[in-house]
């Protein structure tokens, strides 16, 4: 059964951090790229973050460059996404997905790629 679950939203004030996790387990997530994409209401859903399937990659998006911080664990029957946010801004909220892309050609920035989602956490910044 595949699953990927995310944790570590909440609500914090600006300037705060927060430090998101996924845990991705019933398929090789250790060989595929995986990121953070996240939805504000009304709002289309967005790339945040990126990383490579060994780790040594990593993609972001120009809004969170300096204050994100995206980082895998593969261990042997489970994969752990880290996200640590830093400086929030109120704009940051958004429900935030992990996902994982389990293509050949692994474009980490392709949102299009990610058949693998996760239900999501809600971030919440506020001013």
């Known amino acids: 059964q595949v699953q990927l679950v995310e944790s570590g939203g909440g609500l914090v004030q600006a300037g705060g951090s927060l430090r998101l996790s996924c845990a991705a387990s019933g398929r090789t997530f250790s060989r595929y790229a995986m990121g953070w994409f996240r939805q504000a209401p009304g709002k289309e859903r967005e790339i945040v973050a990126a990383i490579s399937w060994s780790g040594t990659i990593t993609y972001y998006a120009d809004s969170v460059k300096g204050r994100f911080t995206i980082s895998r664990d593969n261990a042997k029957n489970m994969v752990y996404l880290l996200l640590q946010m830093n400086n929030l801004k109120p704009e940051d909220t958004a429900v935030y997905y992990c996902?994982?892309?389990?293509?050949?050609?692994?474009?980490?920035?392709?949102?299009?790629?990610?058949?693998?989602w996760g239900q999501g956490t809600q971030v919440t910044v506020s001013s």
């Open positions: 996902a994982a892309n389990p293509t050949t050609t692994q474009t980490m920035s392709d949102m299009g790629e990610y058949g693998y």
